[in-house]
Antibody, heavy 121, light 107 residues
């Protein structure tokens, strides 16, 4: 059974840093693209960052480019999101999601329960 | 990438059919995926690649995509179907785009 468990959320001041973790079980994360998706209070889903399989290429939404870094530890089967220079608008529930990909499509077939990040002074 | 337009809310009577739309110019040329999201829970994939149901999703959920509109159809609506529904397309590696979401209310 595929399971994704996020951790690391919390309250942080503007300009601060936080690292989110996503422990995966039931599959090997290095064999699938993985992403982080967030939902700000009262808002919809927003894709934040993704990492590909073989070459480990990383991708970011414009809103977080240069501030966030996605990575994975294959030995721990865990996905990470390092978040620096945090802003109030980064406040959201952050979900990790497993992807399924084809030649011209990707979708998120499994999601975690999410971890809340609050950026406030 | 271009936005995906969804109605903010849709209401349906218990047991009737709900239709949630997702609009964009020539969206029919894309693969559209749909997610159900209940408060405090993980989102769930209910339709992938326009019209395919993942294992465990009831046959009451179906999808279509043509022209400028993709549609999620929920037949024989139940109280448990109340949720936010999001459409999604993949435009590029840096643009996995979600619609704004539609709140489904079952009356």
């Amino acid at each position: 059974e595929v399971q994704l468990l996020e951790s690391g959320g919390g309250l942080v001041q503007p300009g601060g840093s936080l690292r989110l973790s996503c422990a995966a079980s039931g599959f090997t994360i290095s064999s699938y693209p993985m992403s982080w998706v967030r939902q700000a209070p009262g808002k919809g889903l927003e894709w934040v960052s993704g990492i590909s399989t073989n070459n480990g290429n990383t991708y970011y939404a414009d809103s977080v480019e240069g501030r966030f870094t996605i990575s994975r530890d294959n030995s721990k089967n865990t996905l990470y999101l390092q978040m620096n220079s945090l802003r109030a608008e980064d406040t959201a529930v952050y979900y990790c999601a497993k992807e399924k990909e084809g030649a011209t499509w990707n979708y998120f077939d499994y999601w975690g329960q999410g971890t809340l990040v609050t950026v406030s002074s | 990438s271009y936005e995906l337009t969804q109605p903010l809310s849709v209401s349906v009577a218990l047991g009737q059919t709900a239709r949630i739309t997702c609009g964009r110019n020539n969206i029919g040329s894309k693969n559209v995926h749909w997610y159900q999201h209940k408060p405090g829970q993980a989102p769930v994939l209910v339709i992938c690649r326009d019209s395919n149901r993942p294992s465990g999703i009831p046959e009451r959920f179906s999808g279509s995509n043509s022209g400028n509109t993709a549609t999620l159809t929920i037949s024989r609506a139940q109280a448990g179907d109340e949720a936010d529904y999001y459409c999604q397309v993949w435009d590029s590696y840096t643009a996995r785009v979600f619609g704004g979401g539609t709140k489904l209310t079952v009356l």
